[in-house]
C-alpha cells in the first residue's frame, strides 16, 4: 500500500512538473499572440494586456496589408519548397554513394565532409557573397536557392538509415540486375521515407525562418521573404501601430506552427530512426 502511494506522489510530481515546464514555454507565445490581437494602445495596458479581453483583428490586418504579407509568404513558399526539394536529392545521392558503393578513401573523404558541421554558418556568408555576387545573383531566386541545396546534416541522416539496411539486400537486387539508381529509387528511399519526410520538415522549416544569408543577397522588394519584409513593419514612433509588427509575426509563424503540429510524430521518428547504428 506504501509502495502504490509513493508511485502516486511520483506521478503527479512528474505531472505537476511537466505542468510548470508547459506554463514556462507556453506563456511567451500566449503573450505574442494576445499582443497581435490588440490595438497599439491597449498593448500598452499592462497587466490588462495579458488578459483575453478588448480583442481585435485589426492588427493582424493591418500587418498583412502594409507589410504586402501575401506577396512574402508564396516568396518563403516557394524558397522554402524548392530548398527542400533539393536537399533531399543531393542527400539521398550522396548517402548512397557514402552507404553502399566502394572507392579508395571513403572514410576519410566522409570524415571530411562530416566536418564541415562543426564550421559555423557565418564564417561562409562573405565567400557564398562574393560568389553570387560574381554569378550576378543578387536579388534572385536562385542567389536564394542554390546555396542552400545541400547539407551535410542531411547526408549524414539519410546514410545513417542506409547503414541499417542490409547489404544483402543491395547484393541481391545487383543479382537481379538493378543498378543503383534503380535501387536507390524503389527500395532504398521508400524504406527511407520516415527519416526523409523528417529532413524534409526540417529543411522547409530552416529554410523558412533563416534570415542572415537572405539579407546578404537580396535588397529588392520582389524577391524578399518574409522574415526580411516583417521590417518593413516596425514602427516606433507610432504607438497606433506599435504591436503592427507582433501581428507580422503571428501570421508568418502560423504556417510552421500548423507543420510541427501535423508532422510531429514524422519528425520524432525520423530523427531516430538512424540512431541505433553509426
Do not use: C
Request: proline share 5%; no cysteine.
Amino acid at each position: 500500500m506504501a509502495t502504490d502511494t509513493v508511485r502516486g506522489a511520483r506521478k503527479v510530481g512528474r505531472y505537476a512538473l511537466l505542468v510548470v515546464v508547459a506554463a514556462v514555454v507556453l506563456f511567451p507565445i500566449y503573450a505574442v499572440v494576445l499582443q497581435a490581437l490588440k490595438s497599439g494602445p491597449d498593448a500598452f495596458d499592462h497587466p490588462r494586456s495579458l488578459l483575453p479581453v478588448d480583442l481585435t483583428f485589426d492588427t493582424i490586418r493591418s500587418a498583412w496589408t502594409d507589410g504586402n504579407l501575401g506577396h512574402l509568404l508564396l516568396n518563403s513558399l516557394f524558397v522554402s519548397g524548392m530548398v527542400t526539394i533539393g536537399v533531399i536529392i543531393t542527400s539521398l545521392l550522396a548517402a548512397y554513394a557514402f552507404a553502399f558503393l566502394e572507392f579508395p578513401g571513403r572514410q576519410a573523404l566522409f570524415a571530411i565532409f562530416l566536418a564541415t558541421m562543426l564550421v559555423p554558418v557565418e564564417v561562409t556568408v562573405v565567400i557564398n557573397q562574393r560568389t553570387a555576387n560574381w554569378l550576378g545573383w543578387d536579388n534572385s531566386y536562385q542567389g536564394l536557392i542554390v546555396p542552400s541545396l545541400a547539407t551535410t546534416f542531411g547526408v549524414f541522416l539519410v546514410r545513417q538509415v542506409f547503414l541499417q539496411l542490409p547489404k544483402e539486400l543491395r547484393e541481391a537486387a545487383a543479382l537481379d540486375g538493378v543498378g543503383h539508381m534503380r535501387f536507390l529509387y524503389e527500395v532504398a528511399a521508400p524504406l527511407s521515407r520516415p527519416t526523409l519526410g523528417a529532413l524534409g520538415l526540417f529543411t522547409f522549416l530552416g529554410t523558412w525562418n533563416a534570415y542572415l544569408w537572405p539579407s546578404q543577397i537580396i535588397t529588392d522588394n520582389d524577391h524578399q521573404t518574409i522574415q526580411l519584409g516583417l521590417n518593413k513593419l516596425k514602427t516606433p514612433n507610432d504607438i497606433s501601430k506599435f504591436n503592427l509588427l507582433t501581428g507580422g509575426l503571428v501570421v508568418a509563424a502560423l504556417p510552421i506552427f500548423i507543420m510541427l503540429v501535423v508532422f510531429q510524430r514524422q519528425l520524432v521518428r525520423g530523427l531516430t530512426a538512424g540512431a541505433v547504428k553509426g
